[in-house]
């Protein structure tokens, strides 16, 4: 029970830690995309600290130009460099290496979510 509290209690400071650490790559993250966009579906996402894991491991690609991710929905917006690709295997394995299972990629064409609304296609 001791023991229990403790863990409890280290996994409070650290999620603390987790939320410091990741608010200002959300705040980067909800500007216009410059590059096209892929929604991923997720599942095992729980708290903000699974939501962090997957973060980090999808900004260390290099195409990989934001990332943010709304736990409730299970999904996560990555943003790419403009000019840039990754493919689906790759995000499936760095999600599995985040400890959690991709099971969907949508991709967004730049030309449809970003610019003045006359020149959508």
């Known amino acids: 029970m001791i023991v229990t509290r403790r863990l409890l209690a280290t996994l409070g400071v650290v999620l603390g830690i987790a939320l410091l650490l990741a ?4 705040l980067e ?3 216009p995309p410059p590059g096209d966009s892929l929604v991923l579906r997720v599942d095992g996402m729980v708290c903000s600290l ?13 195409p990989v130009e934001g990332v943010h991710v709304d736990l409730d929905a299970h999904r996560v917006v990555v943003t790419l460099r403009p000019g840039t690709a990754v493919s689906d295997s790759t995000l499936g ?11 969907g990629v949508s991709r ?3 030309a449809a979510t970003a610019g003045p609304p006359g020149n959508r296609r």
């Not at 608010?23 to 959300?26: C, D, I, S």
């Open 29 to 31: 993250a909800q500007a």
């Open 93 to 103: 394995r760095e999600v599995r290496r985040a400890g959690f299972a991709l099971r």
């Open 108 to 110: 967004l064409q730049r």
């Open 50 to 62: 699974c939501a962090y894991g997957v973060e980090r491991r999808l900004k260390r690609l290099e």
């Open 23 to 26: 608010a200002p790559g959300r």
